[in-house]
């Protein structure tokens, strides 16, 4: 019989940990990572609490300084376009895909998701949560593996966002009817349409950012 699984590693645990307190703001956007308080906080060595570190900063989540440490990531507004041009260009695709080739069921799982995410109003954070399940689960419908990874990655170093743009006034109620429209383009198997729409969806949420996309070069 092969060995028993070994135990979750002390410093992927560590890393979840701080994981949790970057997404819930007690460690802020460009802070300094005090190692010495969070090892005695946590109780464990220097090392578990590196390897950790390691992690996070593979995942875009931490910044590693030759001298400095570490700090929390901080997004400039470069990023923040970047980040939602590429969303963009994903998810739009693989929602179109879903609307091809997706099933009746798969297409009763994402109406049943959007279900969550209108009763999550006036709650902000179930509405986030809600949010994002939905536009996971296409891309887990569409079956790509790399695109997955792809904007999990992307998602994950969003949340560092310092102006998430379901913050803004009106946004989520905004957001709320484009999920509407993407879905009822979902169940009419309108890919272009989909994706059309998916395009906006993120183009809004961009401009809710405060920022906007460069304009394109002119052809004169």
């Known amino acids: 019989m092969s060995a028993p699984l070994a135990p979750r590693a002390l410093y992927e645990e560590v890393a979840e940990r701080l994981r949790q307190r970057i997404f819930n703001r007690e460690l802020e956007p460009g802070s300094w990572i005090d190692e010495l308080k969070l090892c005695a906080e946590l109780g464990i060595s220097r090392t578990p609490l590196r390897e950790a570190l390691k992690v996070l900063a593979s995942e875009g989540l931490v910044t590693m300084?030759?001298?400095?440490?570490?700090?929390?990531?901080?997004?400039?507004?470069?990023?923040?376009?970047?980040?939602?041009q590429l969303l963009s260009l994903l998810e739009s695709d693989a929602a179109a895909q879903?609307?091809?080739?997706g099933s009746d069921a798969d297409l009763a799982e994402l109406t049943a998701l959007h279900e969550v995410l209108e009763a999550s109003l006036p709650?902000?954070?179930?509405?986030?949560?809600a949010n994002e399940r939905f536009h996971l689960r296409i891309i887990e419908l569409d079956?790509?593996?790399?695109r997955l990874q792809f904007i999990t990655d992307l998602r994950r170093v969003m949340k560092l966002n310092r102006h998430h743009s379901l913050f803004m006034q009106g946004r989520l109620q905004d957001s709320l009817q484009e999920h509407r429209d993407i879905l009822h383009?979902?169940?009419?198997?309108?890919?272009?349409?989909?994706?059309?729409?998916?395009?906006?969806?993120?183009?809004?949420?961009?401009?809710?950012?405060?920022?906007?996309?460069?304009a394109a070069?002119?052809?004169q």
Do not use: C, I
């Open 65 to 84: 300084r030759v001298r400095r440490g570490a700090y929390v990531t901080e997004m400039s507004e470069r990023d923040v376009r970047e980040a939602y």
């Open 98 to 101: 879903v609307a091809r080739q």
């Open 123 to 129: 709650d902000r954070e179930r509405f986030f949560a």
């Open 143 to 146: 079956g790509n593996r790399w």
């Open 185 to 214: 383009a979902l169940l009419q198997r309108d890919p272009d349409t989909v994706a059309r729409l998916m395009r906006l969806h993120f183009e809004h949420g961009l401009k809710a950012t405060g920022h906007t996309a460069p």
């Open 217 to 219: 070069p002119s052809t």
